[in-house]
């Protein structure tokens, strides 16, 4: 007998004298408004029938709950609130069984962990991954978990954000027992039955104590662990109320330590940093919704091959590999052959030495890699992605043997940063054929793929891409054909601010330090010693002639590299780096080369202060990227957003340049560039788009719907 329940997405069912609730909510069962109402309902009436005995929770379709629903952070509550619903569903006299398959993430494992008995399938995920979103567990996550795993492991599972498998789960006491056979329903309908016949007790996890669970020195462990958080984290916000949530739970009756757990959850819902995450959330996935994938089938891929072996080339190749493809690289003659298979090699043996890799599963991957210098072998392959030198001429002989050797339909991808994919494009005899595929260094590694898109392409060569992207594990972002596309464009730009600010009196020193606080993994010019100074060098060399003479150059970059000092690979660049150190220390001798170059460019230096630097460089990122957006290089400001914190190590809790600027405030973004322009004119130009918005009240984001 079913009876109806009080929301359409939490039904509940009799089965003899078990009440089963099932959560259908799709996508993912995010615990909405109506869920927690729906469970709070549920629960109510497993309590007022006197003839349940039992409570079975399971979710429909793939996954048990992805936990609280994203969207509803930074709106006013709505009760119940979900600690409530765990409170209750605790509470409740009869014993409740949560049945897991699939996603059990966040306030979803809270759920289960509230229940008194839990059973998970072999496919579930189980996690808490709150710190990914600025948050920590708020429905008592930080208190159960610590009573059911012990305080260590809970604390990992917190901090790292991680999936968990059932198997895990059941080891580490999360979970009482691995489901049977594919079908959760059954799996858990058994469990609970059994448990009815053994008469099982109700079972609170509150009232377990967490001291007693794993280890003896449960505060020596936080303190440890919170001192590689302070070290590791660079400023994040929640990983530290995580901690700090444990801590006080250690020595807290339990209803006191929910109190504070909640306190130190909304601070962090009050925080940027949370605001910026789940922008970066969303963002993600966003820009998997381009027009021309919608409705369109992508073209099947089933052998891919390559041109070059670099280190490019083979980034990519272990990258295609890893998903599982065969790959076959074509090089120019046999010795390129052998350098091609040795840098996808040395990828292999990397993870070996690390232990991460046998032999035997690198000799079946390798089992799928072939080489050749005859582009004959590619006659059958689905798609080639072209990785050779970065010369129009070399590109486009190499599409011309594409063009000769391909089957029909095959797709022709370039991984050219910088150059005009149109004109490639138009080499050949089919354009429609043709995309960029721009993946970022080390590309079996680095998570951006720029998909550039060519005006001629068909729109199922574009949803190729973007399914080859997912089954690579990769995060792509549309981009129109341009100088540097999204990325590289803008880079340019906030790099050019960058040296402008050396010259005028700030050390490379103090503008990596000034952009590491702010939250980049390392400043612009470690960046530029660890990928090596002549590569911007040559750039630099090839466009000087078409360089406009009235834009300013800065030229302390081109004495550096005079010198033969290309950063880590020579020793030396903006850093020394003593005996192969990988960590540089500030040069002197670069200072001197600076100060020359402002005396030649009769500058008088000025100091900068941290937060004059990071506002310069911003202005510059935002000011590139607003025109980038204005021109529809970028579908949205969201896809820039994703670029920068996916390919440019730029601080995913601040969400992304775009949503940086609008929480900074547009109006004070114009403000600075109207400032620096009265210094240079034509370097700071505000874009049009920033201005409209200004005038109108807008920020970014109205953009992004
Ligand atoms: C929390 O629980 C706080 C509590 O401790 C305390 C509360 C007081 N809400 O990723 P997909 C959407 S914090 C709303 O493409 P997959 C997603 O945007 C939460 N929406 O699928 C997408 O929408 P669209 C802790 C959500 O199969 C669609 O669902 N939980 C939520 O690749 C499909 O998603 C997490 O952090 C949500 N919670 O991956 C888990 N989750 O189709 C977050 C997803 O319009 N979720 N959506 O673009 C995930 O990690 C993945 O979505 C999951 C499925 C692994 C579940």
């Known amino acids: 007998m079913t009876t109806p329940s009080e929301t359409n997405v939490v039904h509940t069912a009799k089965d003899g004298d078990l009440l089963f609730v099932t959560i259908d909510h799709p996508p993912v069962n995010a615990l909405s408004v109506d869920v927690r109402r729906g469970l709070m309902a549920a629960i109510d009436q497993a309590e007022s029938d006197a003839s349940v005995k039992g409570v079975l929770i399971v979710g429909a379709g793939r996954g048990f709950i992805a936990g609280a629903d994203i969207r509803e952070f930074g709106r006013p509550p ?27 993430l966040g306030g979803g494992l809270e759920v289960a962990m509230a229940a008194h008995y839990r059973l998970a399938m072999a496919d579930a995920k189980l996690g808490l991954p709150e710190v990914q979103l600025g948050l920590l567990p708020g429905s008592g996550g930080t208190q159960r ?16 954000g991680r999936h968990m498998k059932a198997q895990e789960a059941v080891d580490g006491k999360l979970v009482d027992r ?18 009815l016949a053994e008469a099982a007790p109700v079972r609170r996890t509150r009232d377990l104590d967490a001291i007693k669970i794993g280890d003896d020195h449960p505060m020596g ?26 801590r006080a739970g250690l020595s807290l009756p339990f209803d006191e330590a929910l109190d504070n757990e909640r306190k130190l959850f909304l601070q962090c819902i009050d925080s940027p940093q949370r605001a910026g995450l789940i922008h970066a959330f969303f963002a993600e996935r966003e820009v998997l919704k381009v027009p021309e994938v919608k409705n369109v089938a992508p ?18 190749a272990v990258a295609v590999l890893d998903a599982g493809l065969p790959v076959t690289m074509i090089e120019r003659d046999a010795e390129a052959v052998a350098r091609g298979r040795a840098n996808v090699e040395k990828v292999y043996n990397g993870l070996i030495a690390k232990g991460r890799m046998t032999e035997s599963a690198k000799a079946d991957v390798m089992a799928r890699f072939n080489t050749s210098t005859d582009y004959q072998a590619l006659a059958q392959a689905d798609l080639v992605i072209e990785a050779v030198f970065e010369e129009m001429s070399v590109k486009k002989a190499v599409f011309a043997e594409l063009d000769r050797v391909c089957k029909p ?24 054929d043709v995309i960029g595929l721009h993946f970022f260094s080390p590309a079996n590694i680095m998570k951006l793929l720029e998909i550039v898109v060519p005006t001629q392409v068909s729109a199922d060569v574009v949803a190729t891409a973007f399914a080859l992207a ?10 129109g054909v341009c100088d540097g596309f999204i990325g590289n464009r803008i880079l340019a730009v906030y790099r050019a601010a960058a040296d402008h600010m050396m010259e005028d009196g700030c050390s490379p020193y103090e503008i990596d ?10 400043g612009p010019f470690q960046v530029s010693d660890l990928a090596g100074g002549d590569i911007g060098w040559a750039t630099r060399k090839r466009r000087a002639a078409t360089r406009d003479p009235k834009a300013r150059y800065v030229q302390i970059a081109d004495r550096i590299c005079e010198r033969g000092w290309f950063g880590q690979k020579t020793g030396r660049g903006y850093y020394l780096y003593p005996a192969g150190a990988r960590t540089g220390e500030p040069d002197p001798e670069v200072l001197a080369i600076i100060d020359a170059e402002r005396a030649r460019a009769n500058i008088q230096p000025q100091a900068l202060s941290s937060e004059q630097i990071v506002r310069k460089y911003m202005a510059a990122m935002i000011n590139e990227g607003a025109n980038v957006v204005h021109q529809g290089i970028a579908l949205r400001p969201l896809d820039v957003d994703v670029t920068f914190v996916h390919g440019y190590g730029f601080p995913r809790h601040r969400g992304g340049p775009m949503k940086y600027a609008d929480m900074y405030g547009l109006d004070k973004v114009l403000a600075d560039i109207q400032t620096f322009a009265k210094q240079d004119p034509l370097f700071w130009q505000p874009s049009p788009l920033l201005v409209q918005l200004v005038k109108d009240g807008k920020n970014f984001d109205s953009l992004n719907r």
Do not use: W
């Not at 590791?232 to 530290?240: A, E, H």
């Not at 330090?513 to 390392?522: L, T, V």
């Open 178 to 195: 691995l489901g049977e056979g594919a079908d959760v329903l059954q799996a858990g309908l058994a469990y609970a039955r059994e448990l």
């Open 299 to 316: 073209r099947t891929v089933a052998r891919v091959g390559l041109i070059g072996g670099g280190t490019m080339g083979a980034g990519i």
């Open 513 to 522: 330090a000034a952009m590491r606080a702010f939250g980049y993994p390392m």
């Open 470 to 479: 997912t089954q690579l594990k990769k995060v792509p972002v549309r981009a």
């Open 221 to 246: 462990v936080l303190d440890a662990i919170q001192k590689d958080v302070e070290k590791k984290s660079r400023g994040l916000f929640s990983p530290l109320k995580v901690i700090e949530a444990v």
């Open 409 to 432: 339909q095959a797709v022709l991808a370039t991984n050219t940063s910088y150059l005009d994919i149109n004109e490639i494009a138009a080499s050949v005899s089919r354009p429609q």
């Open 78 to 104: 709505m009760h119940p609130i979900l600690p409530e619903v765990c409170n209750r569903i605790e509470a409740c006299t009869k014993p409740v069984v949560a049945a897991i398959h699939g996603a059990a």
């Open 145 to 160: 978990a610590p009573r059911l795993m012990g305080v260590e492991a809970a604390v990992n599972l917190m901090l790292s």
